[in-house]
């Protein structure tokens, strides 16, 4: 359905979040609160804000600045479908910022061995099994190529996961035993020994790899047994969990309580619980860790602090060439270091982010030298957007205030993966943009009644409002949802029965005598086929005017006397009653300007519009600002003279399709207004 066209939003879900403060469990409403909070109110407003505008599910964050921890909160859930919140102790996924503990434990063994572990030396020096494996021809032929040096700035040669046969070599290893405190490195140095290496260690490139961190692991583990009696994971306990108070430093093995689940979302816009289970240990050194997001904040600072050499850890590799999937040629990478990316031309920020290779999980370690800054985010959404939260909280300690960045980064929602579409049926969305609007707006997707009764509240403690709510075609009790960043007093009126037309003219009467007026209409059947209503009212000073239960001709006649008076249609709905009868609702605005009304007209369903609307729109310049989808393949339609504020019409669009305007529209500063499913 439709919304009141002078307000605004953007994106997608069926979870829900609040800005509340826990005061114990809740039906479907996240807590903010966690064990041990440090609050830094600004800090605060901003994750809020942020976590709102992008429907995260769960976030934990931990902020140090000057040696001193000044922000430290979890938000959300862990586990959205037990209502489990997130809290400061909660371990989450570090994925590929593993490679930075590999780095340091690499940085701390060389430092205490001196001349007994350098990294220029070959790899084989250092682990006798690797010099002696028996490897097939290629790498038997250069294996005394490969230094730690090489492996810790990927530029070892070794492949990534797109190569298949290394991760079903390492899920073979994996499935031996892995790593647990007691690995074995013969075991996955034999992996190495029999998968080609994607390219000549003389070419001096840059092939990012979790499985070439996998090796380094196995050097690190092999020269600590040898001259300490500690392997890997013996040092890591040793040096980083006690010495650095690292206490939350764990192993992914598959099982760990409290871990959180992983949330991912389709090409379709299906929110889905990704497969939590696997034992991720066997990747240990590349990308199987779990930590809380303050431990992980303390390890940046120790870095800062100078606990360990950084020099070494943060030299660069060179403006080298970077190699993609089978070979191909992604340009220069001048930002890897060794565990590190160098994150801006000064070399004063480091850092490194992590993806969970199956999805659903991501991580940051944000590390600012010059302004002694460390800033950590670790979440079980697949689609957030961390740099426009990280970039505000920096500004935000830097200079006490700071600017929302102008546009949506790209939501990850699998458009791109003929792995999550290709199988998928497609569903028709029509979305209508309006320019400089101002303020945030979060379309929510596919969500239940109870879960929207939720949200409205819970959203309107972030200063969130809904601004547009539509009953889905599919008629399983699911809503869409559109919510504008709003301090307007917004109620929401769900599942009203629209069998009797009093009891509408009752419901709209009485919010009137309250200062409010409807922005928004829904008449819909339920599952049970019983006619309903829903709608949206918002304190207003603008004249409004509400009527349900009219016949075309009557419709026509009263929208004819309304434009007469100075009122123009914003929100129609067209609806057959308990006879079966074609009937009209719609609201009226008091406003300048003209309209025309178009309704019954046949889908073109080639993303074009009717022929009718077209020729209205070429000989009067009015622009469509509501679109309502009919059955029978029909159309209705409301357009506005317009001198400001031309709306943007994306229509017929796939899920993915709506999400590209959505991306381009609010780069081009147009803001969704209005969304329709077919």
Known sequence: MNVSKYLYLILFLFLFI????????????YSFTSDFPIVHQKIDDIIKREFAYQNMVGLNVAVIQNGQVIHRKGYGYRDAGSLLPVTTE??????????????????????????????????????????????????????????????????????????VFWENGSTTYANGGGWKGTMESTRLIDVFCHAPLLMPQSANQYRYSSFGYNLAGCVINDVGKEHLNKGYYELADEWLRDGWGMNNLVPDDGARPGKPLRYSMSCVGEVFVEPNTEDRTW???????????????????????????????????????????????????????????RYNDTATVYGH???????????????????????????????????????????????????????NYTRRMRCDSSLWCNDKTGKIFTGIFVDDIGNLRSPRYGISKNTLKVMY???????????????RPQNDGTWNALFAESTIDTRMELDQPAADEQDFIDAVSNYESIGMEPSDIEIYRDSDNKLKWAGIF?????????????TNAEFNNLNSSYTDLGYLPIDIEVYKNNQDITMYACIWEEMSGTSRVFVNENDPNDGSLPTAVQNA????GMQVIDQEYLEGNRQAFILHSTSTNTPFLGIGRSFCGLQTDIETQIANGFWLVDLEEK
């Open 617 to 620: 729109m070429a000989t009067t």
């Open 538 to 550: 918002e304190e207003t000073n603008v004249e409004r005017v509400a009527v349900f239960e009219m």
């Open 457 to 471: 509240d819970d959203m309107k403690e972030c200063n969130f409002a809904p601004i547009d709510i539509d009953y």
């Open 90 to 163: 909660n371990v989450f996924y570090m994925n590929s910022i593993s490679k930075p503990i590999t780095a340091v434990l690499a940085q701390l063994l060389s430092d205490y061995l001196e001349d007994d572990f350098n990294w220029d030396d070959p790899i084989i020096n250092h682990s006798t099994y690797y010099a002696t494996a028996p490897c097939n021809a290629i790498n038997d032929g250069w294996r005394n190529l490969i230094t730690t040096k090489g492996l810790l700035s990927n530029t070892a040669g070794v492949p990534h996961y797109c190569e």
């Open 353 to 407: 982010g992590g993806s969970h290779p199956d999805g659903g999980a991501k991580s940051q370690l944000w590390i600012n030298q010059s302004d002694n800054i460390v800033i950590v985010g670790m979440t079980n959404t697949d689609w957030w957007q961390w740099d426009r939260i990280r970039r505000q909280i920096e500004d935000e300690l830097k200079s006490g205030s700071r600017n929302t960045p102008a546009y």
């Open 283 to 341: 990747a240990l050194p590349g990308s199987g860790w779990l930590i809380n997001p303050n431990d992980l904040a303390k390890f940046g600072n120790h870095l800062l602090e100078g606990k360990v050499q950084t020099d070494q850890l943060w030299e660069s590799v060179g403006n080298i060439p970077e190699i993609g999937c089978d070979g191909d040629n992604l340009g220069n990478n001048p930002r890897y270091t060794h565990g590190f990316t």
């Open 18 to 29: 609040t800005c509340k403060e826990d005061d114990g469990p809740q039906l479907a409403t």
